[in-house]
């Protein structure tokens, strides 16, 4: 089991930044890929980075790459979401998620993630 909570969430104005964390509870964080999600009202869940065991491969998605960067510390048991030049495109409810099945070509699809956050809200002001 492992239970996921998200913070760093808030209002920025376009262009700048925010940073989101995920703290993960338990002693197998690093046995599991890790993933960020983005809802917004109205729309269905997007895939938005994942990373992998270790950390040394990363994917994004087409909108944030460039701009958004994954990372984690296996250590603190806590992913990260560097988001720079956000836009008003990017509000949403950002989710982590974590995978245990292992680095794959489906760690964008939300189906492949076993645990979730309860989320974090993020306001890009125009």
């Known amino acids: 089991q492992v239970q996921l909570v998200e913070s760093g969430g808030g209002l920025v104005q376009a262009g700048g930044s925010l940073r989101l964390s995920c703290a993960a509870s338990?002693?197998?964080?690093?046995?599991?890929?890790m993933g960020w999600f983005r809802q917004a009202p109205g729309k269905e869940r997007d895939f938005v980075a994942a990373?992998?065991?270790?950390?040394?491969?990363?994917a994004y998605a087409d909108s944030v790459k460039g701009r958004f960067t994954i990372s984690r510390d296996n250590f603190k048991n806590t992913v990260y979401l560097q988001m720079n030049s956000l836009k008003s495109e990017d509000t949403a409810v950002y989710y982590c998620?974590?995978?245990?099945?292992?680095?794959?070509?489906?760690?964008?699809?939300?189906?492949?993630?076993?645990?979730w956050g309860q989320g974090t809200q993020v306001t890009v002001s125009s």
């Open positions: 338990g002693r197998t964080f690093s046995r599991y890929a």
């Open positions: 990373i992998n065991l270790r950390g040394d491969n990363a």
């Open positions: 998620a974590a995978e245990g099945a292992g680095w794959g070509p489906s760690v964008s699809e939300s189906y492949e993630y076993d645990y």
